[in-house]
């Protein structure tokens, strides 16, 4: 008996030590647990980004051109506020992300910027930059050589009222009725051009100049793709158009962008009907004249214009440029002049930095370049004046727009003078077979005017490269007999 329990006992004993040690354990496994275990990550919820469908309501970038809705705002030029802002724009991804690098890079690639978007995903390796890189790199592989015709297209300042322009209480509404397009027919000319495959070009690109010689510059497009020039004559807002219903002067917004000038009351030069020396109370304008609109088109449409190119600014000089009487010194005083002439600068830089080239359209557009009557003293005085007196203020160009479409034979002392002497190669007269000859110093670009004569008395020459003019005349257009 005694035995039995001390056994007992000491059973127990055990018992109870193992249920200590197997407490103690457990305890020590669950601190060792708590200690050790991974600490919960916090994941910032992400901003949505530009394509997030819950983000559609908001607006565009600031500083794009697809509000025209808020362009009637009046604003004080060189000042302006740039229209499409609101208050609540759009939140980009964060600067130097991979989502601003992937949308960076297809903005790039669809106005064929393909080296560069290509560069803008240097910095990253993800699966999607690496399949983004090798889409935009078979899309440059994918240029062909372009061998057929460079088309080039011009127009005038456009018609903004065609009740103004039309009721021949200011100068000639058949003048304005011939040569003249209003804002309605080129803006719906634009998509047709897109449709029918034309890109537009830069004329610097063409061709090639070197040791006094010109030759073809080899073109490369898309399949299917076909270059457009476009240039516009005489964008010097003229006294005669003063009450006719265009703009009134050229001018430069907070963002860059140029723009036009319209409203307003004119200031006459000494109570003089004829001279006017400026304009107050103008209202900015993005669909004012073709610059404005083509950029807007383009910033939409980015695949229209090949790397930025937009077109040719051609300009005279016996009133000023862009609207500016630079040219009139004695109506103004020093510091009036010197304000003038650095906005002609202003607004010849923001041309060039957004895909425009200027030239020259000769100083005084005299009728002797029409009728082939000038002679060598007139030419030296017309080019002389006009790069002395606005070559300094819109910067150096090889092109040269001729007056009336004027073509001179490639023996012909004048034509020798412009190209040669003064180096404007590039030569670009009116014809309408869209002819481009290189003649050893220049380069010979026809042109097509898309005006109402042409839409109007010739639409066969038009419909033959581009869309029937029918789907774009205006109907507030007057009928014009020949």
């Not at 035995?3 to 060792?32: D, E, H, Q, T, Y």
């Not at 460079?150 to 903004?160: G, P, R, T």
């Not at 004559?233 to 003229?238: A, F, M, R, W």
């Not at 006459?268 to 609109?293: F, L, Q, T, W």
Request: aromatic residues 12%; proline residues 6%.
């Amino acid at each position: 008996m005694g035995k039995r329990a001390i056994n007992n006992s000491n059973m127990k004993l055990w018992i109870l030590l193992g249920i200590i040690i197997l407490s103690i354990v457990m305890i020590v496994f669950s601190l060792v647990k708590l200690f050790s275990s991974t600490e919960p990550t916090y994941e910032e919820p992400q901003k949505p980004s530009i394509e997030d469908p819950g983000n559609t309501d908001e607006p565009s970038d600031p500083g794009t051109t697809d509000e025209p809705g808020n362009t009637d705002e009046p604003s004080n030029p060189g000042n302006t506020d740039d229209p499409g802002t609101t208050d609540e724009p759009v939140t980009p991804p964060a600067p130097g992300s991979e989502a601003e690098a992937l949308a960076k890079a297809e903005e790039l690639a669809k106005g064929y910027f393909y080296d560069e978007a290509i560069a803008v995903l240097a910095s990253f390796n993800s699966d999607a930059v690496k399949q983004k890189a090798m889409d935009i790199e078979k899309l440059k592989k994918g240029l062909v050589k372009y061998d057929g015709k460079i088309y080039h297209i011009f127009f005038h300042s456009l018609i903004i009222d065609t009740d103004l322009a039309f009721d021949n209480k200011g100068s000639s509404a058949r003048n304005y009725n011939e040569v003249m397009t209003t804002v309605s027919e080129f803006k719906a000319m634009l998509p047709l051009l897109q449709e029918k495959g034309f890109v537009l070009y830069d004329i610097t690109e063409t061709c090639e100049y070197k040791d006094g010689k010109v030759t073809p510059k080899p073109i490369y497009l898309p399949e299917g793709k076909k270059p457009l020039i476009l240039s516009i004559d005489d964008v010097n807002y003229y006294t005669y158009m003063v009450d006719d219903g265009f703009a009134r002067y050229l001018d430069v917004d907070a963002s860059g962008r140029v723009v036009t000038m319209v409203g307003g009351t004119p200031i006459r030069h000494n109570d003089a009907k004829k001279h006017v020396k400026g304009y107050k109370g103008c209202e900015i304008s993005y669909e004012g004249d073709v610059m404005p609109i083509l950029d807007t088109y383009v910033a939409e449409h980015p695949e229209f214009s090949f790397r930025g190119a937009k077109g040719i600014v051609a300009i005279t000089g016996y009133e000023g440029a862009f609207g500016y009487r630079i040219t009139d010194p004695s109506w103004f005083t020093e510091e009036e002049q010197t304000q003038m002439q650095n906005k002609v600068r202003e607004v010849a830089n923001a041309l060039r930095n957004t895909g425009w080239q200027i030239a020259n359209h000769s100083y005084t557009h005299n009728q002797y370049w029409a009728n082939k009557t000038m002679t060598m003293e007139q030419l030296k005085y017309d080019t002389g004046r006009w790069i002395n007196d606005i070559m300094p203020y819109v910067g150096e160009t090889h092109i040269l727009i001729s007056p009336f479409g004027v073509s001179f034979k490639s023996t012909d002392e004048r034509m020798k003078y412009i190209t040669e002497e003064l180096g404007f190669y590039i030569y670009c007269p009116v014809g309408s077979t869209l002819n481009t000859q290189f003649n050893g110093t220049y380069m010979l670009n026809e042109r097509l005017n898309l005006d109402g004569m042409t839409m109007l008395w010739y639409p066969e020459r038009i419909s033959k490269y581009f869309f029937d003019p029918a789907l774009v005349v205006d109907p507030e257009r007057p009928e014009l007999t020949k």
